[in-house]
């Protein structure tokens, strides 16, 4: 039996959505019309997914951080507590609103059905199920403790997705004042200063140095704006075309771990994300070299992930983790600390997770930090830039005053 996505036609002509569980597309066919609809198209959710994977770009194909961290607590809490894998996954899809989830849900159960892995399920699905799922369940099926690796996701699913939601957080407010601190003074010299200005410009009297800068930035906006625009569209284009080459992003992800405050955010944000994710394989018992290079592939910073790599490399040689991560320096030495210990006294995966909940609380300070400091900088240097505009206004009139008098 397999999982298979419809559209069909009821009898007012509505064109209807949805997903049935059927052993063909003919039998499909025959439960709509059971259901007196007329069906339009019936597709294998498993053929769909192959397909949406050979596409280069696909808004369809994923499913968000939120509902994959909900559909792995659902399915761990419902496995804990007993059920057959078929039924715990057949009440995940049932209990979501949402198309693609359960389209992704009852694809996986029919491989189960089959006679496959949970595993096995997963890798239909790539697109949704990161590489440390698949990795992860597989070696819990085989351990027979699948509901304590489900649990594991979920926490670290969810945990990321907490990590995702504050850096969100702390960049959107400087992001939206710098926004409107952009607006407001772009539409104050094109629309108001050429306005009062040109009063003072009919007196042919010479305009303090200030008041000229003032008229000519005002001129230049109005005149070559839009080219401005065109010219800065152009550059973030021809950047973002840069940045396919990976050497291209080294050099600049390299040129991160360099700036101060940003360089402090990058390796925490990566360190986190990559102790957590092999505390997370190391306690599944996964070997070690696997977990070393998937965990390498949620470090987002490349000079980063080019140092697990080599540290992988330095393992599998018979080198200790954290004497192959340290020769890097790219990784703060409490985490390496914690992952040598974690060595010697065989608690790895305790240590692991320890390094990467310091990670996070360091990250969660540094964010608060940057956020309290951008705010009052971003309105002080909003305010500087209206004073001047309005001074440099201002000026000729003073001058004016100073004549009469």
């Given at each position: 039996m397999g999982a298979f996505e419809y559209s069909a036609l009821?009898?007012?002509?509505?064109?209807?959505?949805?997903?049935?569980?059927?052993?063909?597309?003919?039998?499909?066919?025959?439960?709509?019309?059971?259901?007196?609809?007329?069906?339009?198209?019936?597709?294998?959710?498993?053929?769909?997914?192959?397909?949406?994977?050979?596409?280069?770009?696909?808004?369809?194909?994923?499913?968000?951080?939120?509902?994959?961290?909900?559909?792995?607590?659902?399915?761990?809490?419902?496995?804990?507590?007993?059920?057959?894998?078929?039924?715990?996954?057949?009440?995940?899809?049932?209990?979501?609103?949402?198309?693609?989830?359960?389209?992704?849900?009852?694809?996986?159960?029919?491989?189960?059905?089959?006679?496959?892995?949970?595993?096995?399920?997963?890798?239909?699905f790539p697109r949704v199920f990161p590489e440390i799922y698949r990795a992860t369940v597989a070696a819990g099926e085989q351990a027979g403790h699948l509901d304590?690796?489900?649990?594991?996701?979920?926490?670290?699913?969810?945990?990321?997705?907490?990590?995702?939601?504050?850096?969100?957080?702390?960049?959107?407010?400087?992001?939206?004042?710098?926004?409107?601190?952009?607006?407001?003074?772009?539409?104050?010299?094109?629309?108001?200063?050429?306005?009062?200005?040109?009063?003072?410009?009919?007196?042919?009297?010479?305009?303090?140095?200030?008041?000229?800068?003032?008229?000519?930035?005002?001129?230049?906006?109005?005149?070559?704006?839009?080219?401005?625009?065109?010219?800065?569209?152009?550059?973030?284009?021809?950047?973002?075309?840069?940045?396919?080459?990976?050497?291209?992003?080294?050099?600049?992800q390299r040129l991160q771990l360099r700036v101060p405050m940003m360089g402090k955010l990058v390796r925490g944000f990566n360190t986190a994300r990559f102790t957590r994710t092999l505390s997370i394989l190391s306690g599944s018992s996964v070997p070690v070299l696997e977990a070393l290079r998937i965990a390498a592939e949620v470090v987002t910073n490349l000079p980063m992930r080019d140092a697990v790599t080599e540290a992988a490399a330095r393992v599998r040689e018979g080198a200790p983790i954290g004497r192959s991560l340290a020769a890097s320096r790219l990784f703060p030495p409490m985490s390496i600390h914690l992952i040598s210990s974690g060595e010697s006294s065989g608690e790895l995966d305790t240590m692991l997770e320890r390094a990467a909940i310091s990670q996070e609380r360091e990250l969660d300070g540094l964010l608060a930090a940057l956020v309290g400091l951008l705010g009052p900088l971003l309105i002080v240097l909003m305010g500087v830039l209206v004073m001047g505009i309005v001074f440099a206004m201002l000026l000729p009139i003073f001058q004016m005053n100073e004549l009469i008098h």
């Open positions: 009821d009898a007012a002509g509505k064109e209807r959505h949805g997903i049935l569980e059927g052993d063909t597309p003919r039998h499909i066919r025959q439960l709509l019309r059971e259901r007196q609809l007329l069906p339009v198209s019936v597709t294998e959710v498993a053929q769909k997914e192959a397909r949406q994977q050979r596409r280069t770009f696909s808004l369809r194909g994923r499913v968000s951080s939120a509902d994959l961290a909900l559909l792995t607590r659902q399915l761990a809490t419902l496995v804990r507590a007993g059920l057959p894998l078929e039924e715990a996954l057949l009440a995940v899809s049932q209990q979501t609103d949402k198309e693609r989830v359960q389209s992704v849900v009852l694809g996986v159960r029919a491989r189960v059905m089959e006679g496959h892995t949970l595993a096995d399920g997963f890798a239909e304590n690796v489900l649990e594991r996701l979920a926490d670290y699913t969810e945990g990321r997705e907490q990590i995702r939601q504050k850096m969100l957080a702390a960049l959107l407010y400087p992001i939206v004042l710098t926004g409107m601190c952009f607006v407001i003074v772009s539409m104050m010299l094109v629309f108001v200063v050429p306005k009062v200005v040109s009063v003072f410009e009919s007196t042919k009297a010479k305009l303090p140095l200030m008041t000229r800068l003032l008229i000519g930035t005002s001129g230049f906006l109005r005149n070559y704006g839009i080219y401005l625009l065109i010219a800065l569209a152009l550059a973030v284009f021809l950047y973002r075309r840069w940045q396919r080459d990976p050497q291209a992003q080294r050099r600049v």
